[in-house]
């Protein structure tokens, strides 16, 4: 069974940064396309960014373009989202997911796809 731990949430400014962890217990997260998604108080869990196995293709909703980067170190089993210009509405719960796809066409803002699951880490944006 794989366990995804995320870490590196915490309380920030507006305008200000914060890196996301998403550490795996084993060496599947390496194998496989991963993403992030967020869940705010009162609404449902989205989709925020994903990437690709190899690193080769990266996908970002559009209130994060420009903002925010995924990237992975698969030597280390660990997955980032660097978040950058932070703003009030990305407060969040944010969650790394694992899927079992290797795919470049692939659909990356479906949750179905993902049967690994982190169990969170809060991100709080407040003056």
């Known amino acids: 069974q794989v366990q995804l731990v995320e870490s590196g949430g915490g309380l920030v400014q507006p305008g200000g940064s914060l890196r996301l962890s998403c550490a795996a217990s084993?060496?599947?997260?390496?194998?496989?396309?991963m993403g992030w998604f967020r869940q705010a108080p009162g609404k449902g869990r989205e989709f925020v960014a994903a990437?690709?196995?190899?690193?080769?293709?990266?996908h970002y909703r559009n209130s994060v373009k420009e903002r925010f980067t995924i990237s992975r170190d698969n030597a280390k089993n660990t997955a980032y989202l660097q978040m950058n210009s932070l703003k009030l509405e990305d407060t969040a719960v944010y969650y790394c997911a694992l899927s079992t796809t290797r795919a470049t066409n692939w659909q990356p803002d479906l949750e179905s796809i993902y049967p690994y699951w982190g169990q969170g880490t809060q991100v709080t944006v407040s003056s």
């Open positions: 990437i690709t196995w190899s690193e080769s293709i990266a």
């Open positions: 084993a060496r599947t997260l390496s194998m496989y396309n």
